[in-house]
């Protein structure tokens, strides 16, 4: 008789403790069932609002960088191009930038066509000079419309940029016009011939640097794209009151 009521016992306290068990997991599965309360959502909105407050402007900054930092490369290979072309043809050639005349974006190009018997070549500088599309058109590179030319008398500190590029030159010698290629891969200026029946340009003016100011429109951030008298071409962009070498 006792054995069957210890036997009782333990079956009532086995039920019980299943029941204890059960009761405890529900209670676990609704604990994990709530999710996120309304101060935790809060507090995330918060965060990602700070983020995207503080990021966006610093990824367009870097985006508008990019893009004037690229308009420098291609505008520094459009002057190889036309270094390399005025050696190959034995002319002289000058290299543009076209304003922006949508649907067209700004052009950078080599004034090769159409080419002349007296020795000039192209239409000349905009506005009245243009690209030429051929064919045979001349080599070009679409600019971002952001890269605006300048004239070296807005540009920052140009003392700085002279002395790194160009130590040996006088102000004279730095031109910022349009740079120009001779047959000898060197830049230089063209001039009348001493018959007055075409123009030359090649050494026999002297030594003649170049430099090209672009500036951003967005951010007012500056580059230069310059050439030495023998001919080296560099890309630079201007940082905390100096200039330095882009790469």
Not at 106 to 114: E, K, R
Request: aromatic share 8%; proline share 9%.
């Amino acid at each position: 008789m006792q054995r069957g009521k210890g036997e009782a016992a333990l079956r009532e306290g086995a039920a019980d403790a299943r029941d204890c068990s059960m009761k405890n997991s529900g209670n676990i599965l609704k604990s994990s069932e709530r999710g996120f309360s309304l101060l935790e959502l809060m507090i995330v909105v918060a965060i990602t609002f700070v983020l995207l407050v503080f990021g966006i402007p610093v990824a367009l900054r870097s985006v508008r960088t990019g893009r004037l930092r690229g308009a420098s490369s291609d505008y520094a290979s459009m002057l190889q191009a036309a270094r390399t072309r005025a050696v190959q043809d034995d002319r002289f050639y000058s290299v543009y930038v076209q304003p922006v005349a949508a649907p067209n974006p700004q052009l950078a190009y080599v004034d090769i066509y159409p080419q002349a018997v007296n020795g000039t070549s192209g239409h000349g500088a905009p506005p009245t000079g243009h690209y030429d599309s051929g064919p045979p058109s001349d080599p070009s590179a679409a600019l971002s419309g952001d890269a605006v030319p300048q004239p070296a008398a807005a540009a920052p500190s140009t003392a700085n940029l002279y002395a790194q590029f160009c130590a040996s030159c006088t102000p004279p010698m730095i031109n910022n016009t349009a740079p120009t290629f001779g047959p000898e891969g060197l830049p230089c200026l063209p001039v009348v011939s001493v018959g007055g029946t075409g123009t030359v340009c090649n050494s026999a003016t002297g030594p003649t640097a170049f430099v090209t100011f672009l500036q951003s429109s967005i951010t007012g951030e500056w580059t230069a794209v310059t050439v030495t008298p023998a001919g080296r071409i560099k890309t630079w962009y201007y940082d905390s009151g100096t200039w330095a070498p882009q790469h």
